[in-house]
């Protein structure tokens, strides 16, 4: 079965900096789709960025963007210029069949 | 332009009581899976359905825990007998096509929160 880890249950960062949350994941699979998701207060899970493990190319949505290492299973997650907003907790998922989660990260965004 | 919808979103249950949680997928979407949510926790995979097919039900605890999802209507998680340990959040998440589809994406409820007296 597949595995995601985060290893920071906690971040913080200052507005308009840059912060990375790491993911990493086991599986024995060619071809899936990583995923970060955001968790608000709200409990509302709302979809990040999407990674197709066969694309190389990096997957960016404004400023968020991706650091996907295949060989390295790795799936890392850059939020730029950061915003009071983005405070949430955030959840890397992997999906082949049916999508499995990290234990996710806590990011806080301070003023 | 509904999207997942669960129902109810709050349910209070007494230990013993039953507990039933609906998913209403996006419409023509025919997977849905289910998650539950423990407080300060990830969501952790419980079953995956097809209509009127369980294809994955590996998380679900073997006893009191059954889903459904019918050829009409919603899809139904429903715990038996529960039980303060099944106080959680539980979230419903709906695709259009199997595994890696088009796109992959999971669209998610807003969730069911469960609280067991």
């Known amino acids: 079965a597949q595995t995601v880890t985060q290893s920071q249950p906690e971040m913080s960062v200052q507005e308009a900096e840059t912060v990375t949350l790491s993911c990493t994941y086991d599986t024995s699979e060619n071809n899936y789709y990583l995923f970060w998701y955001k968790q608000p207060p709200s409990r509302q899970m709302i979809l990040v960025i999407r990674q197709e493990a066969y694309k190389q190319q990096n997957a960016t949505e404004n400023r968020f963007s991706v650091n996907f290492q295949k060989a390295a299973k790795s799936f890392s997650l850059k939020i730029s210029d950061s915003q009071l907003g983005d405070t949430a907790m955030y959840f890397c998922a992997f999906m082949k069949v049916d999508m499995r989660f990290g234990a996710g990260t806590r990011l806080t965004v301070k003023p | 332009n509904a999207g997942v919808m669960q129902n109810p979103r709050h349910l209070v249950r007494r230990r013993g009581q039953e507990a039933r949680l609906r998913c209403s997928p996006v419409k023509g979407h025919s997977h849905v899976y289910w998650y539950r949510q423990l407080p300060e926790e990830g969501l952790k995979f419980m079953v995956y359905l097809q209509k009127e097919n369980i294809i994955d039900e590996s998380g679900m605890p073997k006893e009191r825990f059954s889903a459904e999802f019918p050829k009409e209507g919603p899809s139904i998680l429903r715990i038996q007998q529960v039980v303060r340990g099944d106080s959680a959040a539980y979230f419903c998440?709906?695709?259009?096509?199997?595994?890696?589809?088009?796109?992959?994406?999971?669209?998610f409820g807003e969730g069911s929160r469960l609280t067991v007296l």
């Open positions: 998440a709906s695709s259009p096509l199997y595994g890696t589809g088009s796109t992959g994406e999971l669209f």
